[in-house]
């Protein structure tokens, strides 16, 4: 298995890269994939969130009270699409005192993988050709094996 890839289109760019190398390809399959999406920085939420919340506020901070997936009354202070920002975000807060953590927003894609078949072999070939083909493409390859009764 090749991939995750962002579209088919890619799938299929890497698939005709790699065809020189004597790869057979299977197909194109969508598989479930866990994707960070951001960085939450949060603060436990005392009995009394508000006051916890004016004093951020005193202190230059905004934020609001969660209860996100469960955890419990949080107090969210901001949410980034790039961890550095959500660490210094994390470090103002401690710097004042307060203790902040950093959270990971994740949420489950469809990605698109090719399933080839390949021997060991072909398989250093399929690895050169992508890499001399489309440079910058940095997929995984996810051993797959067939057991008796289909896949595993």
Not at 88 to 105: F, N, S, V, W
Not at 120 to 138: F, Q
């Amino acid at each position: 298995m090749l991939g995750p890839g962002t579209s088919a289109t890619e799938i299929n760019r890497w698939g005709a890269a790699i065809a020189s190398a004597g790869v057979t390809q299977a197909s194109v399959r969508m598989l479930d994939q866990e994707i960070v999406t951001g960085y939450r920085v949060t603060a436990a939420a005392p009995s009394r969130p508000e006051v916890t919340l004016g004093k951020l506020a005193a202190a230059g901070f905004e934020g609001f009270v969660t209860d996100k997936d469960g955890r419990g009354p949080q107090i969210s202070l901001g949410l980034f699409q790039v961890r550095a920002n959500a660490e210094r975000l994390r470090t103002r807060l401690r710097e004042q005192g307060y203790a902040a953590t950093i959270l990971p927003d994740r949420e489950v894609r469809k990605t698109p993988w090719l399933e080839v078949q390949v021997s060991a072999k072909e398989l250093r070939g399929a690895k050169a050709a992508l890499a001399t083909k489309i440079p910058g493409a940095s997929p995984e390859w996810r051993e797959c094996r067939r057991g008796a009764a289909g896949r595993e």
